[in-house]
C-alpha cells in the first residue's frame, strides 16, 4: 500500500468562514483551484458529505504530453467525506489513467486554523500516487494556496 503523504501550508488574509465558501462554492473554486499553467471545469460538484465530484484540470501548455489522462488532461473523481464548516474538508480521489503509477484513492484534508487574524490553511495528500512526482505534486499545492490568497485578496 502506497503510504505517501505531501503537504503544503500558508496563511492567507481571511476567515475560515470564507475559505470554506471560497472552496463550496463551484463558481469561486474553478477560479482560484487550478495550479499555474492550468484550468479547470468542474463538471459534477456536489459539495456535501457523501457526494461526489470531477474535476477535469487541463494544461495550457500545448508542448508535452503533461496529463494523466490524455496528454493535455487531469480527470479526478471523487466524494466528498467530510465537511466542518470553517476547519475541515476531507476529499477522496483518483485519476482517470490507462497508467497504473497514478492508480488508487488518494485522501486530500484541508484544514483552516484562524491564526493571528487569518487563516492558516493546510493541506494534507494521503496515499498519493507514486506516478506523481513529488516536486511537482508540492509545487502545484503551493500554486494553488497561492491562488487561493491572491484571489481572496482580491474579494
Known amino acids: 500500500m ?23 462554492d463551484k463558481e469561486e473554486l474553478v477560479q482560484w483551484l487550478p495550479p499555474e499553467g492550468m484550468s479547470v471545469r468542474a ?6 458529505a457523501g457526494g461526489v465530484y470531477q474535476f477535469v484540470l487541463m494544461y495550457e501548455a500545448k508542448d508535452g504530453a503533461l496529463g494523466k489522462t490524455t496528454a493535455q488532461t487531469d480527470v479526478s473523481n471523487g466524494r466528498f467525506v ?14 482517470e489513467s490507462a497508467d497504473p503509477a497514478f492508480a488508487g484513492e488518494m485522501t486530500q484534508t484541508w484544514y483552516l486554523e484562524a491564526l493571528d487574524g487569518g487563516t492558516r490553511v493546510t493541506i494534507v495528500c494521503e496515499n498519493v500516487p507514486p506516478g506523481i512526482q513529488k516536486q511537482d505534486h508540492v509545487a502545484g499545492l503551493r500554486s494553488t494556496l497561492d491562488n487561493l490568497a491572491r484571489y481572496l485578496t482580491n474579494d
Open 2 to 24: 502506497n503510504r505517501r503523504i505531501d503537504t503544503a501550508e500558508t496563511w492567507i488574509e481571511a476567515t475560515p468562514e470564507r475559505i470554506y465558501q471560497a472552496f463550496l
Open 43 to 48: 463538471p459534477v460538484f456536489e459539495p456535501w
Open 82 to 95: 467530510d465537511l466542518v464548516p470553517g476547519q475541515k474538508i476531507v476529499q477522496i480521489g483518483t485519476f
